[in-house]
């Protein structure tokens, strides 16, 4: 079992930037694939950046490609989210999650092969 806990959303200036941390628990969880998604009531939860278990290879959703950067620090089992030059259409929920099997070389993109979830935490941007 994984457990991940999500932490740093909150409010945030249009142009601005913004961390956000997972922390991840449970065994063989740094060696999961892990990813970011965002969701707003009513839409689809969407991928916005993915990153294999080494984190050597990285993903990013075009709508945030150049502005968002995941890393991972598996001596911690943290997975990070440096999100910079921030939309309003970047408002949503953010979500951190882990792939159901471990030691994928890839990333996954796939988002029905992510097994474990956070509680989301919240990002407003203003405009």
């Known amino acids: 079992q994984v457990q991940l806990v999500e932490s740093g959303g909150g409010l945030v200036q249009a142009g601005g930037s913004l961390r956000l941390s997972c922390a991840a628990s449970?065994?063989?969880?740094?060696?999961?694939?892990m990813g970011w998604f965002r969701q707003v009531p009513g839409k689809e939860r969407e991928l916005v950046a993915a990153?294999?278990?080494?984190?050597?290879?990285?993903y990013y959703a075009d709508s945030v490609k150049g502005r968002l950067t995941s890393s991972r620090d598996n001596a911690k089992n943290t997975l990070d989210l440096q999100m910079n030059s921030v939309k309003p259409e970047d408002t949503d929920v953010y979500y951190c999650?882990?792939?159901?099997?471990?030691?994928?070389?890839?990333?996954?993109?796939?988002?029905?092969?992510?097994?474990?979830w956070g509680q989301g935490t919240e990002e407003t941007v203003s405009s």
């Open positions: 990153i294999n278990w080494s984190g050597g290879s990285t």
């Open positions: 999650a882990a792939e159901a099997n471990t030691g994928i070389a890839t990333v996954t993109t796939t988002p029905k092969r992510y097994d474990y």
């Open positions: 449970g065994r063989t969880s740094s060696s999961r694939a």
